[in-house]
């Protein structure tokens, strides 16, 4: 058996590896703005990273304008607004975002062990570039699973499985690291290890109650507990 504690690590990208809420905020509220709609807070954008974006637009416009998702996707005006926040988000990705803590040393750590490692998102592709970019991160990756870039996105685990398909790695010897209730679904629904980061977003819940295989502080551990394998839920 390899020496190494996993063969390939997933990630989370949004309140895992980067926070992205401030500028995410920042295109919403463009957007809100440019159609004379009044703001949201930075903790409801913060309780609706998750789903993607155009997910977190139609709650925006909704909470903004008081009224249903369902309404707001049935709006004449959805498409034009929905156009505007992608040349505003477009604008503001990796303008106000940053690591998390030991976020770049642990990825080149196991990359330098010969961990495979990927990114399983659900943002759109074309952000999901961006943000990597601004970030210098893009090179450490040997996958990139973005929210279009699948017929499904997580919960659903196929991302999850098209990386252990990609690099020929049995779910016991894959990790994911996430920060919310759909990234332990997703890794557990494709019987994947799943260690969890309690300071992302995690739609206004701990991330303790999902129930994943292991809750870490920060990124450390996956260097320095690693070998490891525990299923135990650590504060």
Not at 91 to 119: D, F, I, N
């Given at each position: 058996m390899?020496?190494?504690a996993?063969?390939?690590?997933?990630?989370?990208?949004?309140g895992?590896?980067?926070?992205?809420?401030p500028?995410i905020?920042?295109?919403?509220?463009?957007?809100?703005?440019?159609?004379?709609?009044?703001p949201v807070?930075q903790?409801?954008?913060?309780?609706?990273?998750?789903?993607g974006?155009?997910?977190l637009l139609?709650?925006?416009?909704?909470?903004?304008?008081?009224?249903t998702?369902?309404a707001?996707?049935a709006?004449?005006?959805?498409?034009?607004i929905?156009?505007?926040?992608?040349?505003?988000?477009g604008?503001?990705c990796?303008?106000?975002?940053?690591l998390y803590?030991?976020?770049?040393?642990?990825l080149?750590?196991?990359k330098a062990?010969?961990?495979?490692?990927a990114?399983?998102?659900?943002?759109?592709?074309?952000?999901t570039q961006v943000?990597?970019?601004?970030?210098?991160?893009?090179?450490?990756?040997?996958?990139?699973?973005?929210?279009?870039t699948l017929?499904t996105?997580?919960?659903?685990p196929?991302?999850v499985?098209s990386c252990?398909?990609?690099?020929g790695v049995s779910?016991?010897r894959?990790?994911?690291?996430?920060?919310?209730?759909?990234?332990?679904?997703t890794?557990k629904?494709?019987?994947v290890?799943v260690?969890a980061?309690?300071?992302g977003?995690?739609?206004g819940?701990p991330?303790?109650?999902?129930?994943?295989h292991?809750?870490?502080a920060d990124f450390s551990?996956?260097v320095?507990g690693v070998s490891?394998?525990?299923?135990?839920?650590v504060?």
């Amino acid at each position: 058996m390899s020496a190494r504690a996993w063969d390939l690590v997933m990630f989370d990208l949004d309140g895992t590896l980067i926070e992205t809420a401030p500028e995410i905020a920042d295109a919403t509220n463009d957007t809100l703005a440019q159609f004379g709609l009044p703001p949201v807070t930075q903790q409801q954008v913060n309780d609706w990273i998750g789903h993607g974006t155009q997910t977190l637009l139609v709650q925006a416009l909704a909470a903004s304008r008081g009224t249903t998702d369902a309404a707001v996707r049935a709006a004449a005006d959805f498409a034009a607004i929905n156009a505007a926040f992608v040349q505003h988000y477009g604008q503001r990705c990796g303008t106000r975002s940053h690591l998390y803590p030991h976020v770049r040393e642990v990825l080149q750590t196991l990359k330098a062990q010969g961990v495979k490692l990927a990114v399983v998102t659900n943002k759109e592709g074309r952000y999901t570039q961006v943000v990597l970019d601004a970030h210098q991160l893009a090179p450490v990756f040997d996958q990139v699973v973005s929210g279009d870039t699948l017929a499904t996105k997580k919960p659903h685990p196929l991302g999850v499985q098209s990386c252990l398909s990609q690099f020929g790695v049995s779910p016991e010897r894959a990790l994911f690291v996430g920060d919310s209730s759909i990234d332990v679904a997703t890794a557990k629904a494709a019987g994947v290890t799943v260690w969890a980061l309690p300071y992302g977003y995690n739609m206004g819940q701990p991330i303790a109650a999902c129930e994943p295989h292991r809750v870490i502080a920060d990124f450390s551990a996956l260097v320095s507990g690693v070998s490891e394998k525990s299923t135990e839920t650590v504060a």
